[in-house]
């Protein structure tokens, strides 16, 4: 299903197709945890539904913080 999600590291507007049913983003919505919602998603799918963050921003955001 694409998700369309405004990033909240960029706030840039990104759409992915991403393997959940409506039903799935629901009971998220409802309050479930995603990860007891749709256990099959990568982490980085994961991460776009709750904060419309990319693999790549997280990346790129993310990169050297284990040095700081």
């Known amino acids: 299903m694409e ?21 799935q983003l629901d009971r998220w919505k409802g309050g479930e945890l995603i990860q007891r919602v749709a256990p099959h998603l990568t982490p980085a799918d994961r ?14 955001f993310m990169e050297g913080d284990d040095e700081k």
């Not at 998700?3 to 039903?23: G, Q, W």
């Not at 991460?47 to 790129?60: R, V």
């Open 47 to 60: 991460e776009f539904i709750m904060t419309g963050t990319t693999g790549e921003e997280w990346n790129q």
């Open 3 to 23: 998700i369309t999600r405004r990033s909240m590291m960029t706030n840039e507007e990104h759409t992915l197709d991403i393997d959940i049913t409506p039903e």
